[in-house]
């Protein structure tokens, strides 16, 4: 159950939101405008929304874009996860990140097969970090982008959760590993 520190100063993150897809626009994006509500409602800024279409190449390049941009302190995907062969979003993460965060997909597929069952090995849901921004990529249903946010990202980008979370590391994932405090 999670631990909210009511003690502590909520801290805003500073989320971009990414939908990979060939098919949706402004007006057909449910699961982004699912993720850029619940952003909003935990208090955090929407600081940048985009569809990108199917094609790794220009999910790398945004993903890159973004993680250049100091006003970005996270990046939140949805959509390209599955099998097909026109689902890379998965392959262009992989391919900027510098750190990945394993964990994450583990505790997502255990949150989707409580909805899902065994449908959830079709997802390939991930994170990781690059040049201190935190990537995450979700699949395209506006239900795997709740179990996302809802079961995970809510409390990991709250600063109170107990007893750690993403926000409090965020100062130290730039740090020089030769540095003499760190060795």
Not at 105 to 110: A, C, D, G, K, T
Request: glycine residues 8%; charged residues 25%.
């Amino acid at each position: 159950m999670p631990d909210i520190d009511e003690n502590i100063s909520f801290v805003p993150v500073r989320i971009a939101v990414m939908t990979v897809s060939d098919t949706r626009d402004a007006s057909s994006d449910k699961s982004g405008d699912t993720l850029a509500a619940r952003i909003h409602e935990a208090g955090h800024t929407l600081a940048a929304r985009t569809i990108v279409t199917d094609d790794q190449a220009k999910i790398a390049a945004q993903l890159r874009r973004w993680i250049d941009d100091p006003q970005i302190d996270a990046v939140i995907s949805t959509g390209g996860t599955g099998l097909t062969g026109r689902d890379v979003t998965v392959e262009a993460f992989r391919s900027v990140f510098e750190k990945e965060i394993d964990g994450f997909s583990v505790l997502f597929h255990q949150i989707s097969y409580g909805k899902v069952g065994t449908s959830t090995v079709q997802s390939r849901a991930c994170a990781g970090v690059a040049k201190g921004t935190y990537l995450f990529a979700l699949p395209g249903s506006p239900g795997a982008v709740k179990d996302g946010w809802d079961g995970i990202l809510k409390y990991q980008l709250d600063i109170r959760h107990k007893p750690c979370n993403f926000v409090e590391i965020m100062p130290r994932l730039t740090e020089d590993p030769l540095s003499p405090r760190t060795r």
